[in-house]
């Protein structure tokens, strides 16, 4: 430490505790920021890694598996591929889902491993805890006993030996708890959180008898596994995937990449208008220590010295907020890690969030030191032009009595030049394509834009003062003189109210152009849903509404069921839909098979090209298929071209017969004819029913009579529900509207930043103008003309932020949506403009800068006004 | 009209304790042009910003108009300030987004007179500095004389019974210090009102009636001066 560090230490720690409040304004601006940055992050890390964990956990020693997806695996497959050389052993394994049907914990989901017990006690990782020891190897095999992880058993209140209500695959059955288990190294892990059973227990549970989830190799180690992967290949059933457990995690990673990447970046505004923040306050304390700048100029500081003061001063307030956001952060990640799960289950796959506790680990301490870096480096970054002007200070002028600081003049020319550049690389920018599948350009076109509109802020609050100099006539009224003279005061500061401007700009231009963006959208799944969704009644698996889960016994019920509701008076037509996940050239795709003709006469498909009616019914009759927009983009398919898709029968070539959009899922769907898809993968069951009603049947009547021939069929069977068409429709749009709640979060931290950063400029303004102010009292205003007075100023500044925000906010909108929207998920969304959105918008952004002037307002009326007068 | 009894102002600096003002006790009739003279720090403002209402006294009291300030709050203060006290400063203080009408019609705004009598009054006003001509003009267009000219025309313009001028020489050259010493006297012979000078100018204050000199805070001593006749 050389001798000046001290001494440099003092002075910026002397000038942090002068203004205590404005450095803890800029310390929680910056601390929000990275709160959100952080917070986002972690959890989709998290997210994330718990599902690697799950995968990785169950896998334990294999290093390949069999999946057949939805359609699972013949559990005859592991007589044919266990005998392989190469391999050294076969596991079964049914991974499904119970739902708890009595007591306090009643619809809480448990998840539920069938496992050849008998062989992996003690190979998985896991050991148990028996209730009787004694008949513990018949307790093994029987289908009621369940073993339980602890953590789950204390959560839950499972107590061993104790019997458990429960819903699988639609019964109601009674279990017992046979034991508990718990990691094998003592660590918690995601057994602690499961259920286990045995796999043929498992299988009759769910009636599921014959069939597997997925079949787990472990490998000879001194075997290629690609080698002995292609000889598996060889003898099973072509549908099915031979992959290493860990291309799960990636097939997911995949899936939701472009998801969390918009979220991610969402998270990064909120360091953005940080960033403003920092040079305001930074710009301010070079504007105030000017002559104390002179001072140290004068007694042989260094230009360099000079600007490092203050990026170190910059730096400290970022270190303290980012210390504040990385905390907060974690512990805002705990709540993320269930949202974002969430919002993946709902559109993606199902992926249970674990147990989210962050505690003192090395996860927790890297990201809040990622904090502590986002926190320096947007600070530095903010700080960097005011630290440069400090050491720039003409130290004759500095010391000399008077102000400083003049009236600033904005080079106008050269930020026009600016704006327009930006504009042309973001107009540009926005005609590329993807890179790497992601809308890399489109993102730069964003930051194009935002940057356009911060070049030409501060000409608008230039403007604001040559209107007002500009006038032929006096103010003759107190509001208007008021007026006048915020607006003037606002104008001479062009430089630093721009920033402010530009940060209310940033926040409220990405507020609205996300608002506009899923409004657009919800109103295009509106759309898309009242003409798509025909179906008078649907009849579904109890747990349908209920989202994805896994397992899939109880998310099917049997064709057979069709006669059934067809027979029943007031029912014109049922179509029969059956989804499944499969993988067509590698991609994993909705298939959908169902009754095109009926579907044809009663509903239709939004074709991109063509008749609905007649593009199903061509389907229906040549076999062919249609393929959403989204997997057209993605596969490069177009009406009248073939594609293979792999089906237990074999490799089948496929016609596209239409195009059609989609907004139930970003990973593409595939729509066949039942008969061709029983044909092909041996496959009766039913996701669900479309009913359609005769003219004139009452729908609640013949909704009764469904549910009573339900009721019916089985006992201890939890019949389907039958849901009326405009309850699907009301959760489809729930559903929507929760994918997005996250986003509203991440824009109301940046919103909220933004109003800091008003906050700071008026207490600046305020503490900038304290003669001024006293000059006023001394003439005569009241505290509350001089609360009017700062408040106008306030407005202004609200109002350039709110024009400019609404221009970047549309102008986002359409990238979001025709770009960065289209390229991420491959949607197709019309854009709606909700002008009454735009004016609440404006609203809001005016009366946030009200309420931040409010209290600079309030203490600028009550300082001493001799001392104001006293001010230079 | 105004008195002062044993008025103090003690400022309070770390450990310190400044007695900016110290036992001062005046009386100032109604039409007297009254000078304080001294040395910087001597307690000319602070006595002005006491009986302006802008600052507290720490002892003493100010009785204005026969009427004791002790319980004035600072909503009466800005009525009093208002109707009958006009400030002029050393540095002008005009608001410089407004030009100089606009100035002059700030505090007769401030009390919300209407909009055709602040236009009239305002116009008089103006004719009486002599900046009719120039009313159009911000204070960044104006000489240091004219925004003085403005600054006294806003201190007069809602016909205040006390004016209270802190240095209003200190920026400008003697010349056009003593035009505005000159018309600062002919206003208030012709609208018979109280004027209160601070200044450093031995050629101001010789303008006044009577000089009080200052020196620690304290009144040390009045010259009285043969009233001059109006215009000399």
């Given at each position: ?24 304004l800029s310390?929680v601006g910056v601390?929000l920021g990275?709160?959100a ?232 505004v909120g360091l953005l208008v940080g960033t403003f923040l920092i040079y305001n ?101 903010g ?67 935002l940057?356009?509109l911060a070049?030409?802020s ?39 109210n721009a920033v402010t401007v530009s940060a209310l700009m940033v926040g409220l231009a990405i507020m609205i ?233 991440l824009e109301m931290i940046a919103v909220l930043v933004a109003v800091l950063g008003i906050v700071n400029t008026l ?31 306030a407005?202004?500044l609200g109002?350039i932020g709110a024009?400019l925000g609404?221009?970047g906010g ?31 918008a404006v609203?809001l952004a005016v009366t946030a800068a009200w309420i931040a002037g ?19 | ?232």
């Amino acid at each position: 430490m050389t001798p000046g560090q001290p001494l440099a230490s003092a002075l910026i720690l002397a000038h942090v505790l002068e203004r205590p409040l404005r450095a803890l304004l800029s310390i929680v601006g910056v601390g929000l920021g990275v709160l959100a940055s952080v917070a986002i992050g972690t959890a989709n890390v998290e997210v994330l890694r718990s599902f690697e964990q799950t995968v990785m956990t169950v896998a334990g020693p294999a290093t390949l598996e069999i999946v057949g997806h939805d359609l699972g695996v013949d559990e005859e497959v592991i007589t044919a591929v266990s005998r392989l050389s190469g391999v050294a052993s076969a596991a079964p394994l049914l991974e499904e889902t119970l739902i708890v049907a009595s007591g306090d914990h009643r619809g809480e989901a448990i998840q539920v491993f069938g496992l050849d017990l008998l062989t992996e006690v003690g190979a998985r990782g896991f050991r148990i805890q028996e209730a009787d020891r004694e008949r513990a190897l018949e307790g093994l095999f029987a289908s009621d006993i369940i073993y339980v992880g602890q953590e789950l058993a204390v959560g839950s209140n499972i107590a061993l030996g104790s019997s458990l209500e429960v819903i699988a695959g639609g019964r109601i059955v009674r279990l017992r708890v046979g034991g508990l288990i718990e990691g094998k190294n003592g660590r918690s892990s995601l057994w602690d959180r499961v259920a286990v059973m045995d796999v043929a227990a498992a299988q009759v549970l769910f009636s599921l008898i014959g069939r597997l989830d997925r079949i787990e190799l472990v490998t000879q180690p001194e075997q290629q596994v690609d080698e002995i992967a292609a000889t598996v290949r060889s003898v099973i059933p072509p549908h099915l995937i031979v992959q290493r457990p860990a291309r799960r995690t990636e097939q997911v990673e995949n899936m939701v990449r472009s998801f969390q990447l918009n979220l991610k970046v969402l998270s990064w505004v909120g360091l953005l208008v940080g960033t403003f923040l920092i040079y305001n306050t930074m710009a301010f304390s070079v504007a105030q220590r000017r002559r104390e700048i002179g001072i140290y100029r004068a007694l042989g500081m260094t230009e360099l010295r000079v600007a490092a003061l203050f990026l170190t001063e910059g730096g400290l307030l970022g270190l303290l907020g980012g210390l504040l956001g990385g905390v907060g952060g974690i512990w805002l990640a705990q709540t993320l890690v269930s949202l974002v799960s969430r919002t993946i289950t709902e559109i993606y796959v199902p992926i249970v969030s674990g147990h989210a506790v962050f505690l003192l680990d090395r996860q927790s301490i890297s990201a809040v030191g990622k904090g502590i870096a986002f926190g320096m480096g947007v600070a530095m970054l903010g700080a960097l032009a005011p630290s440069l002007e400090a050491s720039r200070t003409i130290t004759v002028r500095a010391l000399a009595p008077g102000d400083y600081e003049q009236a600033q003049q904005v080079r106008g020319r050269l930020f026009m030049w600016m704006s327009l550049i930006f504009l042309t690389v973001g107009a540009f920018s926005s005609l590329m394509g993807p890179v790497a599948g992601l809308p890399v350009f489109g993102y730069l076109a964003t930051l194009c834009v935002l940057a356009s509109l911060a070049c030409l802020s501060p000409l608008c609050v230039q403007a604001l003062g040559c209107r007002i100099r500009n006038r032929k006539t006096a103010a003759a009224t107190l509001g208007g003189t008021l007026r006048q003279v915020a607006a003037d005061h606002a104008s001479r500061h062009p430089g630093r109210n721009a920033v402010t401007v530009s940060a209310l700009m940033v926040g409220l231009a990405i507020m609205i152009g996300v608002v506009v963006m899923v409004r657009s959208f919800r109103e295009t799944v509106e759309a898309w849903v009242n003409e798509t969704v025909m179906a008078d009644l649907i009849v579904a698996p109890p747990t349908w509404l209920q989202g994805k889960q896994v397992g899939h016994a109880s998310r099917a019920l049997p064709g057979s069921l069709e006669p059934v509701l067809s027979s029943i008076e007031g029912v014109a037509a049922v179509d029969t839909y059956r989804d499944v996940q499969v993988e067509v050239q590698g991609q994993p795709v909705t298939l959908v098979s169902r009754a095109l003709r009926v579907h044809a006469q009663q509903s239709r498909y939004l074709v991109v090209q063509g008749d609905s009616t007649a593009t199903l019914t061509r389907a229906a009759e040549t076999g062919g298929v249609l393929v959403s927009e989204v997997l057209a983009n993605r596969l490069g398919l177009y009406t009248g071209e073939q594609v293979t898709i792999t089906t237990p029968k074999g490799p089948q070539t496929v016609t596209v017969e239409g195009i059609f959009y989609d907004y139930a899922t970003d990973g593409g769907k595939m729509v066949m004819e039942r008969t061709r898809y029983r044909e092909l993968w041996n496959d009766d069951r039913v996701t669900v029913f479309a009913v359609y009603l005769s003219p004139g049947a009452k729908s609640g009547q013949v909704r009764q009579a469904l549910l009573d021939v339900l009721a019916q069929r089985e006992e201890r069977t939890i019949p389907p529900i039958v849901i009326r068409n405009r309850d699907l429709r009301r959760e489809i749009l729930e559903i929507f509207d929760r994918t997005f709640l996250l986003t509203y979060v991440l824009e109301m931290i940046a919103v909220l930043v933004a109003v800091l950063g008003i906050v700071n400029t008026l207490v600046t303004a305020v503490l900038e103008r304290r003669r001024e102010i006293a000059t006023l009292q001394a003439i005569g205003a009241s505290t509350k003309q001089v609360e009017r007075l700062v408040l106008w100023e306030a407005v202004y500044l609200g109002l350039i932020g709110a024009v400019l925000g609404v221009i970047g906010g549309l102008a986002l909108a359409w990238i979001l949506i025709v770009v960065i929207n289209k390229q991420s998920f491959g949607w197709t969304i019309r854009m709606t403009v909700p002008v009454g959105l735009l004016i609440q918008a404006v609203v809001l952004a005016v009366t946030a800068a009200w309420i931040a002037g409010y209290f600079p307002a309030r203490w600028a009326a009550r300082q001493p006004v001799a001392e104001g007068l006293r001010q230079e | 009209m105004l008195k002062l009894d044993q008025v103090s102002k003690i400022y309070q600096r770390g450990e310190a304790t400044i007695a900016g003002l110290d036992r001062v006790t005046l009386d100032v009739a109604t039409g007297d042009f009254c000078a304080f003279v001294g040395p910087s720090g001597c307690g000319k403002s602070t006595l002005l910003n006491l009986i302006a209402g802008l600052d507290r006294p720490s002892a003493g009291e100010i009785v204005l108009d026969g009427q004791s300030t002790a319980r004035f709050t600072s909503n009466d203060w800005t009525r009093i300030r208002r109707e009958s006290i006009g400030i002029v400063f050393q540095a002008f203080h005009l608001v410089p987004g407004l030009s100089a009408e606009e100035n002059v019609a700030f505090p007769l705004l401030l009390r919300g007179d209407g909009r055709k009598a602040v236009q009239s009054r305002v116009e008089e006003t103006l004719a009486l500095v002599d900046m009719t001509h120039r009313r159009r003009h911000r204070p960044s267009e104006l000489s240091g004389g004219e925004q003085q000219r403005v600054a006294i025309a806003r201190a007069i313009v809602h016909q205040p019974k006390l004016i209270l001028a802190d240095e209003p020489t200190g920026n400008l050259d003697s010349h056009h210090g003593a035009d505005i010493i000159e018309l600062l006297r002919t206003l208030m012979r012709r609208f018979h009102q109280t004027v209160l000078l601070a200044t450093h100018s031995i050629a101001a204050a010789e303008a006044a009636d009577y000089v009080w000199t200052m020196k620690d805070g304290q009144l040390l001593t009045r010259t009285a001066r043969e009233p001059l006749p109006i215009g000399q």
